[in-house]
C-alpha cells in the first residue's frame, strides 16, 4: 500500500526488489500542479503500479475528501482511462470464470494489469 507520495524511480525500484505484487493499493486523488510530491495524477498511479510490477490496482485515497479542485470521481475515472489506454486488461479469465466478480471489482475500482 503506497501512502502519499509523488511518482518517481522509487517504483521501479521496489518493483525491483520486491515486486512482482499481487495487488497494490495506491493513491489516486487529491492532486494538483502545486503539489506533485505529495499525491500522483491518475495517469501516474497506472505508471506506479505497472513499474512495481503489480497484477492488480486498487486505486484508494479518492472521493471521501475534496482537498483538491477537480471533481470528486474524475482521478478514479481517469485511472480507468489511463489502464485502457495502455492496454491494460480490468479483468481476466478467472474473475470471468467466477460469474461477474470482475465487474464487481471493476465498481470498486480494482483494475486488472
Same mark, same amino acid.
Given at each position: 500500500?503506497?501512502?502519499?507520495?509523488?511518482?518517481?524511480?522509487?517504483?521501479?525500484?521496489?518493483?525491483?526488489?520486491?515486486?512482482?505484487?499481487?495487488?497494490?493499493?495506491?493513491?489516486?486523488? !487529491?492532486?494538483?500542479?502545486?503539489?506533485?510530491?505529495?499525491?500522483?495524477?491518475?495517469? !501516474? *498511479? *497506472? !505508471?506506479? &503500479?505497472?513499474?512495481?510490477?503489480?497484477?492488480?490496482?486498487?486505486?484508494?485515497?479518492?472521493?471521501?475528501?475534496?482537498? &483538491?479542485?477537480?471533481?470528486?470521481? =474524475?482521478?478514479?475515472?481517469? *485511472?480507468?482511462?489511463?489502464?485502457?489506454?495502455? !492496454?491494460?486488461?480490468?479483468?481476466? &479469465?478467472?474473475?470471468?470464470?467466477?460469474?461477474?466478480?470482475?465487474?464487481?471489482?471493476? =465498481?470498486?475500482?480494482?483494475?486488472?494489469?
Amino acid at each position: 500500500m503506497g501512502g502519499d507520495s509523488g511518482y518517481g524511480e522509487h517504483f521501479k525500484e521496489i518493483g525491483r526488489r520486491y515486486g512482482p505484487f499481487d495487488i497494490a493499493l495506491l493513491e489516486c486523488g !487529491q492532486y494538483g500542479k502545486y503539489w506533485p510530491k505529495i499525491h500522483m495524477f491518475p495517469e !501516474q *498511479v *497506472v !505508471q506506479a &503500479a505497472g513499474d512495481l510490477g503489480a497484477k492488480k490496482l486498487m486505486p484508494v485515497h479518492w472521493g471521501k475528501f475534496s482537498l &483538491a479542485l477537480h471533481p470528486w470521481n =474524475e482521478s478514479v475515472k481517469r *485511472v480507468v482511462a489511463e489502464a485502457a489506454r495502455m !492496454q491494460r486488461a480490468y479483468y481476466d &479469465a478467472d474473475d470471468r470464470a467466477a460469474g461477474g466478480a470482475g465487474t464487481f471489482l471493476s =465498481e470498486f475500482g480494482l483494475v486488472g494489469f
